[in-house]
């Protein structure tokens, strides 16, 4: 006889960090770059308070973006100026 169980989702930190995939804002600015830009889903609100005390600003939105579990999703669009290689 078949049984059902049921078994907790993994569990996640308590606190968010920035991700170690990508270069910090000084690596970028030694190689030239003079802009940081990224998406993020729109729902995502520990991410965009992460993000915006980093120093990126939200741009704009770009609507039925991403597709998420088979639903589109809205994201918000976000730079980050680094200012050693604006002209």
């Known amino acids: 006889m078949p049984t059902h169980g049921r078994t907790a989702p993994p ?3 308590s606190t968010t960090r ?3 995939s990508a270069p910090p804002p000084s690596e970028a600015e030694g190689a030239g770059f003079h802009k940081l830009t990224s998406r ?3 729902t995502n609100v520990r991410s ?3 993000l915006k005390r980093l ?4 741009v704009g939105v770009h ?3 991403a597709p ?3 639903v589109w999703h809205d994201v918000v669009v976000v730079e980050k100026l680094l ?3 604006v002209r």
């Open 11 to 13: 569990s996640r930190p």
């Open 18 to 20: 920035p991700s170690l």
């Open 40 to 42: 993020v889903f729109a």
């Open 48 to 50: 965009r308070a992460l």
């Open 55 to 58: 120093g990126f600003r939200e």
């Open 63 to 65: 609507e039925k973006h």
């Open 68 to 70: 998420l579990d088979g």
């Open 83 to 85: 200012l050693a290689n």
